[in-house]
T-cell receptor, first 114, second 114 residues
Framework: GDSVTQTEGQVTVSESKSLIINCTYSATSIGYPNLFWYVRYPGEGLQLLLKVITAGQKGSSRGFEATYNKEATSFHLQKASVQESDSAVYYCALSENYAQGLTFGLGTRVSVFP | ETAVFQTPNYHVTQVGNEVSFNCKQTLGHDTMYWYKQDSKKLLKIMFSYNNKQLIVNETVPRRFSPQSSDKAHLNLRIKSVEPEDSAVYLC?????????????FGSGTRLTVL
């Protein structure tokens, strides 16, 4: 079946430094899946950060960017300069078929300290 | 701003009991879902419900059943809980059933089975 692998566990980064969370995927269909980054801020529910449904395109939101690389089957999340408010758990996900729902990675906890 | 509401936030029960979780969305969406996040933090879809059409993940045990009175409500009943049901259950909604849809999640119900 489908699977998503992302940077494991916790990432700690200083404010104003750059951040990258790696995400690679494996999809079973011959087409291209839709790719998502969801985020859970402390005390809040899981919410969409960005999505890209076309291979080769880039999505961006709140200073984060992710590019759909179909050759490398990757969808890494990057931000050039993080802030304390970016501290959260980030989930990479894919969707191929509405009946199968979203396939999530295990999440990456990002802690930004001043 | 929360628009998918789940109750209760926490529930502790014993093996063999029946439990029921509630979910309501105020977004006017047509589709609702239940996801399960297990102890390994893996998020997996259990059910999706759209216009009275129920799509069940084939790995979901039959003791789980969704219940919907209208498109704004999707409850989850577990007939006879088992220890492996201990998890966080997340309700979500989306505008429609397409595989590029953005999901809006509730804050979750944490179930502990003793």
């Amino acid at each position: 079946g489908d699977s998503v692998t992302q940077t494991e566990g916790q990432v700690t980064v200083s404010e104003s430094k750059s951040l990258i969370i790696n995400c690679t995927y494996s999809a079973t269909s011959i087409g291209y899946p839709n790719l998502f980054w969801y985020v859970r801020y402390p005390g809040e529910g899981l919410q969409l950060l960005l999505k890209v449904i076309t291979a080769g395109q880039k999505g961006s939101s709140r200073g984060f960017e992710a590019t759909y690389n179909k050759e490398a089957t990757s969808f890494h999340l990057q931000k050039a300069s993080v802030q304390e408010s970016d501290s959260a758990v980030y989930y990479c996900a894919l969707s191929e078929n509405y009946a199968q729902g979203l396939t999530f990675g295990l999440g990456t906890r990002v802690s930004v300290f001043p | 701003e929360t628009a998918v509401f789940q109750t209760p936030n926490y529930h502790v029960t014993q093996v063999g009991n029946e439990v029921s979780f509630n979910c309501k969305q105020t977004l006017g969406h047509d589709t609702m879902y239940w996801y399960k996040q297990d102890s390994k933090k893996l998020l997996k879809i259990m059910f999706s419900y759209n216009n009275k059409q129920l799509i069940v993940n084939e790995t979901v045990p039959r003791r789980f059943s969704p219940q919907s009175s209208d498109k704004a409500h999707l409850n989850l009943r577990i007939k006879s809980v088992e220890p492996e049901d201990s998890a966080v259950y997340l309700c979500a909604s989306s505008l429609g059933l397409g595989n590029a849809e953005t999901l809006y999640f509730g804050s979750g119900t944490r179930l502990t089975v003793l």
